[in-house]
């Protein structure tokens, strides 16, 4: 089978393996696979199944030997295309990652500034660049999806003391329960330096959290930190103090990773700031609230902001369309004007990570 073939195969996997973005055959996309994989590795990954496999199950479908396949399973795991996770046996279980969250992240995760890391960045780049030109030149805006990939979580203090606090919106329960935890660096603001050396917006990098078997998987494969829990709150305490914030996939029951987002790098985050309906795509199922009487109108908030929800009148007004529930605004209002109120059309998220794939499927 001829190169070109291969990674048309390739593309065919990746378009039906879900995620956030759409995969668009076009120049862009085949320049971005074509760094990703090398024809040999296409040729395997353009015949895997949706669900994971073991090399040795893989290699006796293809009629191919176990050892050459498994070279190009375990090249294209360490290369952030495939994801791998041991079964009760001990094997690894194979299967592609989505374009977006998947291969996007593990490209960027680990922080380095290879060679390869640069040109995938820029790969990256043209193709996200064209896929929000082709969204752009809709004659009509899409209709915002019924359920969104992302969601926000709140800060948790600012919720306690509402009547409504939704079990999926509070972090230390699930901190309580959760054994391993890996940190490593934001792959929306690494790709950006990649890109360019000068767009830093100066927070910090090294926050970027995955859970439980995510965890192992991104310490074994992508550089992640193994932290105890005390020093996993710490960042997340920074990360608010900096005014980033927490967004996590839509799930209810299953916490996967939490990225701590800045509006001017994470491409949801700004376009929710860029829309003028945000909290359609993501929300933390709350919006923030002033107390008219309490408001001193110091424009804290609306600097605090991080999707411009905020506007002055004689005292602060929150735009409910725009705001994402964030509770970035109410921790630091000096009057204690500002607090969270459950959104009256929230619905809970499907439980867990591949509930959440198979509702974005359906669409
Ligand atoms: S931070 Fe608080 S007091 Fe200041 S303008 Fe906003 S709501 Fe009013
Ligand atoms: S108004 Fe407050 S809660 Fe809403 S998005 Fe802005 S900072 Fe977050």
């Known amino acids: 089978m001829s190169a070109e073939k291969t990674y048309e195969e390739f593309y065919n996997v990746l378009r039906k393996a879900g995620g956030a973005i759409p995969v668009i055959h076009n120049d862009a996309l085949f320049a971005l696979i074509k760094e990703l994989l090398t024809p040999e590795e296409a040729a ?24 050459d396949v498994r070279t190009h399973l375990e090249a294209m795991t ?6 791998a996770k041991r079964n009760k046996e001990g094997q690894y279980k194979y299967s592609l990652l989505p374009l977006l969250p998947g291969i996007f992240e593990a490209q960027f995760y680990r922080g380095t500034k290879t060679d390869r890391d640069y040109r995938i960045a820029r790969r990256f780049k043209d ?21 969104s990939y992302f969601r926000v979580l709140p800060i948790e203090e ?6 409504t606090v939704f079990p999926y919106a509070t972090l230390s329960k699930f901190m309580e329960q959760i054994q391993d935890i890996a940190v490593g660096t934001c792959f929306c603001r690494h790709h950006a330096i990649l890109v360019d050396e000068k767009d830093d917006c100066g927070v910090s990098h090294k926050n970027c959290m995955a859970f439980g078997d995510a965890a192992i998987f991104m310490s074994e494969r992508h550089n992640g930190r193994l932290v105890e829990k005390e020093e996993a709150l710490e960042i997340l305490k920074k990360a608010e103090a900096e005014g980033l914030v927490h967004c996590s996939a839509n799930t209810s029951e ?21 829309a003028s309906h945000a909290s359609s795509i993501l929300t933390s199922g709350y919006i923030a609230n002033v107390d008219s009487q309490l408001c001193s ?6 600097e605090r902001c991080p999707v411009s929800a ?9 735009d409910s369309e725009q705001c994402i529930g964030c509770s970035l605004c109410v921790s630091t209002c000096p009057t204690g004007a500002i607090e969270l109120i459950a959104k ?11 509930d959440l794939e198979a509702v974005m499927r359906q669409k």
Not at 127 to 147: M, Q
Not at 297 to 302: H, K, M, P
Not at 310 to 318: E, G, R, T, Y
């Open 158 to 163: 600012e919720i306690k003391t509402n009547k």
């Open 344 to 354: 009256s059309d929230t619905r809970t998220p499907p439980e867990t990570l591949l």
């Open 297 to 302: 109108a110091c424009e804290t908030c609306i």
């Open 44 to 67: 395997v990954a353009g015949l895997m199944p949706r669900k994971s496999i073991t090399a040795e199950k893989l290699a006796e479908t293809l009629e191919r030997p176990l050892e």
């Open 310 to 318: 905020i506007s002055m009148d004689d005292v602060a007004a929150v």
């Open 254 to 274: 299953e916490l996967v990773f939490i990225c701590n987002c800045c509006s001017c790098h994470c491409g949801i985050l700004g376009t929710a700031k860029a």
């Open 127 to 147: 193709y996200l660049d064209g896929v929000i030109k082709l969204r752009d030149s809709l004659p009509e805006p899409l209709p915002a999806p019924s359920t």
């Open 78 to 83: 360490d290369n952030g295309v495939l994801h």
